[in-house]
Nanobody, 123 residues
Framework: VQLQASGGGLVQAGGSLRLSCAASGRTLSTYFMGWFRQVPGKEREFVAAISRTGISTSYADSVKGRFTISRDGAKNTVFLQMNSLKPEDTAVHYC?????????????????WGQGTQVTVSS
């Protein structure tokens, strides 16, 4: 599956952004989905994951209560709503998909990745 992430940008601390991850080539309904982020010089880190049905979600402690992952089957898209943004949220954000394992979209071993979208939060 091909993934296209979008929605990044520059926002002031306390603001909000909504990232989108659109799929082509396959329907996302059969995939577990996740969001990760990476800062230059640091390892990629897990942000959020969602099950195929959307019933189960997981979040990094650093974003719990501020970020919400969701999916829209009709649009074949997964979203990451980011509220109360902090300067430490600044990173390139990537979406990931895997059709076999929920754990893989948590531990970063997912089979498919989008190209990344830059999120910059100013203080």
């Amino acid at each position: 599956v091909q993934l296209q992430a979008s929605g990044g940008g520059l926002v002031q601390a306390g603001g909000s952004l909504r990232l989108s991850c659109a799929a082509s080539g396959r329907t996302l309904s059969t995939y577990f989905m996740g969001w990760f982020r990476q800062v230059p010089g640091k390892e990629r880190e897990f942000v959020a994951a969602i099950s195929r049905t959307g019933i189960s979600t997981s979040y990094a402690d650093s974003v719990k209560g501020r970020f919400t992952i969701s999916r829209d089957g009709a649009k074949n898209t997964v979203f990451l709503q980011m509220n109360s943004l902090k300067p430490e949220d600044t990173a390139v954000h990537y979406c990931a998909a895997d059709d076999r394992s929920y754990g893989s979209v948590v531990d970063g071993t997912a089979g498919s990745w989008g190209q990344g979208t830059q999120v910059t939060v100013s203080s």
